[in-house]
């Protein structure tokens, strides 16, 4: 079954750097596009970014332009979001999500989470 | 695109019919999906293309429009249902989502 795990996430300095992680698993992974998806805490979701399936194409959220960075490594099954310049407004859980590609676009699969907590 | 979503919350009874209505700021042709969110869980597809459901989702979600304005009905609600309902255009990037309903009992 399709299985997406987030990791990486903890306690950082505002102005410091992290990188998340998602591990994919129980489908063809570099058929799928990728999402990063963020929920402050008691707020909505905030879409951050996407890959598509090659890689080929990335899009960022207005209030991650320019400092976050979403990647993929189709041969690990794996994609990444570098986070550079936090504050603290990015505290929030990040999900990674899973997207066929079909157009309309959608999130068919999502992993569980991690926490990124900006504090100083 | 903002999207707006109307009401914020609602208080319902098990077997009511509910109606949520997502708006966007500009056309979007069918762009949409709906989400339903519970408490410390991660979202879970619903509805996409503003009218598909998505396999395995209880035919009493029904979701319609285009253009600006969609809904998403459920039609009979469960006790199961009582969660945090989301909207998001996919029809341009940075794709957004809408603020949420949270729909809970009455």
New interface residues.
């Given amino acids: 079954q399709v299985q997406l795990v987030e990791s990486g996430g903890g306690v950082v300095q505002p102005g410091r750097s992290l990188r998340l992680s998602c591990e994919a698993s129980g489908f063809i992974f570099n058929k799928f596009g990728m999402h990063w998806v963020r929920q402050a805490p008691g707020k909505g979701l905030e879409w951050v970014a996407v890959v598509w399936y090659d890689g080929s194409n990335k899009y960022y959220g207005d209030s991650v332009q320019g400092r976050f960075t979403i990647s993929r490594d189709n041969s690990k099954n794996m994609v990444y979001l570098q986070m550079n310049s936090l504050r603290a407004e990015d505290t929030a859980v990040y999900y990674c999500g899973r997207d066929p590609g079909w157009s309309p676009s959608f999130i068919d699969s999502w992993g569980q989470g991690t926490l990124v907590t900006v504090s100083s | 695109i903002q999207l707006t979503q109307s009401p914020s919350s609602l208080s319902a009874s098990v077997g009511d019919r509910v109606t949520i209505t997502c708006r966007a700021s500009q056309g979007i042709?069918?762009?949409?999906?709906w989400?339903q969110?519970k408490p410390g869980k991660?979202?879970?597809?619903l509805i996409?293309?503003?009218s598909i459901l998505?396999s395995g989702v209880p035919s009493s979600f029904n979701g319609s429009g285009s253009g600006t304005d969609f809904t998403l009905t459920i039609s009979s609600l469960q006790p199961e249902d009582f969660a945090t309902y989301?909207c998001?255009q996919?029809?341009s990037?940075?794709?957004?989502?809408?603020?949420?309903t949270k729909v809970e009992i009455k």
Avoid: D, E, M
């Fill in positions: 042709r069918s762009y949409i999906a989400y969110q991660a979202p879970k597809l996409y293309a503003a998505q989301f998001q996919t029809y990037y940075p794709q957004t989502f809408g603020q949420g």
